[in-house]
């Protein structure tokens, strides 16, 4: 879900949002903290799904909820103030039932590549026969 900000109300709402092409290894999707009746920015927060690693038959997630917070600087230091109290120090039960509420969905599709693809087929550890297929320069 995507937080757009609606200049006629200055509230936020949540769009849904799908997008396809380049493989990714991440996403993020904002969700309304459960409870707030108001629709500013400090009433909506994100959870972001990842991942260092995705191949054929093998993705290994992770998830992320990543509260609202206000950023002040005291005493050369930074200090961070949660704007959502309620989403901290909770159960592990308590987040692994709000990951499955908010979570985003993810669909990999995984297309092997095929030797006699765009590129015929191709020596690819002699460089100069890619150099020279692929019109590269030194």
């Known amino acids: 879900m995507l937080l757009?900000?609606?200049?006629?109300?200055?509230?936020?709402?949540?769009?849904?949002r799908i997008t396809g092409g380049a493989a990714?290894?991440?996403?993020?999707?904002?969700?309304?903290?459960?409870?707030?009746?108001?629709?500013?920015?400090e009433d909506f927060?994100?959870?972001y799904l990842g991942n260092s690693e995705i191949a054929e038959?093998?993705?290994?997630?992770?998830?992320?909820?990543?509260?609202?917070?206000?950023q002040s600087y005291v005493n050369n230091q930074y200090i961070y103030t949660?704007?959502?109290p309620?989403?901290?120090?909770?159960?592990?039960?308590f987040y692994r039932d709000l990951?499955?509420?908010?979570?985003?969905?993810?669909?990999?599709?995984?297309?092997?590549?095929?030797?006699?693809g765009r590129v015929k087929s191709l020596d690819w550890s002699n460089y100069e026969l890619v150099k020279k297929e692929l019109n590269l320069k030194d």
Do not use: H
């Open 57 to 70: 038959n093998y993705w290994n997630p992770y998830f992320n909820i990543q509260t609202p917070y206000v």
């Open 86 to 93: 309620e989403l901290l120090d909770k159960s592990a039960s």
């Open 45 to 47: 927060t994100y959870c």
């Open 82 to 84: 949660s704007k959502a």
């Open 99 to 116: 990951a499955k509420k908010v979570a985003p969905k993810m669909r990999l599709v995984v297309i092997p590549l095929s030797a006699a």
């Open 24 to 41: 990714t290894n991440s996403i993020n999707s904002y969700f309304k903290i459960e409870g707030r009746t108001s629709s500013k920015s």
């Open 4 to 16: 757009v900000f609606n200049e006629n109300d200055s509230d936020y709402s949540l769009q849904e």
